[in-house]
């Protein structure tokens, strides 16, 4: 065989290769895309009181620290002492960390905090429910009202589902009341899923007969 045609026919083989390569490439790359949370989305994390954050401090191993959020959203560093945290993310208290360390004491300090440990999110199911509960979820998860509700049982039979209390506390102490006709939200009559913040108390009423 002569050797330019077999140059052509390793190059044609060659190139189908490639082709199929490519497309396996192309199958897999959406599927990469739904892994874990970037890192950008868990700086941008809020803390929280019960939090739990690990401090490093590059070749000061002497200043890493993991503390806890406190009640009042404050944690205590070397050095530094008290700083408040609460509703400030993970990114941002880091780049506080590190001005305050250069500052002061440090040159060009590389600090690196990240959350260990959440604290848990709590809302409270009561009344004409099956297994009236606290229930807990995670901080990167949202919960509905129709969620919290199907994670005690679902109504019981009494239920009035037209009428489903939900009381949400405020950062200024006040607390306000929405009444829910959740029949609506299970016929999609109403796109809003309401979804809850730690602390809302859900009251479903029995219907008076």
């Known amino acids: 065989m002569p050797l330019l045609s077999i140059l052509r026919s390793i190059a044609v083989r060659i190139r189908s290769l490639l082709l ?10 959406p599927a990469l895309a739904e892994g874990p949370p970037a890192t950008d989305e868990l700086g941008d994390y ?3 009181p019960g939090d739990v954050v690990r401090m490093q401090v590059f070749q000061v191993p002497d200043l890493d620290r993991e503390v806890q959020v406190s009640v009042k959203g404050e944690i205590l560093l070397p050095l530094i002492g008290r700083l408040v945290v609460k509703d400030r993310s993970v990114r941002l208290v880091e780049q506080t960390v590190r001005a305050l360390y250069d500052r002061d004491y440090l040159v060009n300090p590389q600090i690196n905090m990240m959350v260990t440990k959440y604290s848990s999110r709590t809302v409270n199911v009561m009344g004409a429910v099956n297994s009236p509960q606290a229930i807990e ?16 049982g679902g109504f019981n039979r009494f239920a009035n589902r037209r009428t489903v ?10 607390s306000e009341n929405f009444i829910i006709n959740a029949d609506e939200l299970i016929s999609g009559k109403k796109n809003d899923r309401w979804e809850l913040l730690s602390g809302d108390v ?6 008076i007969l």
């Open 165 to 174: 209390r939900l009381t949400r506390s405020n950062p200024d102490g006040h």
């Open 20 to 29: 199929v390569v490519a497309a396996a490439l192309s199958l897999v790359g």
């Open 46 to 48: 809020k803390l929280q």
């Open 202 to 207: 859900i009251f479903v009423p029995e219907s």
């Open 137 to 152: 979820y995670p901080p990167n998860q949202t919960l509905s009202l129709l969620d919290a509700i199907s994670r005690c």
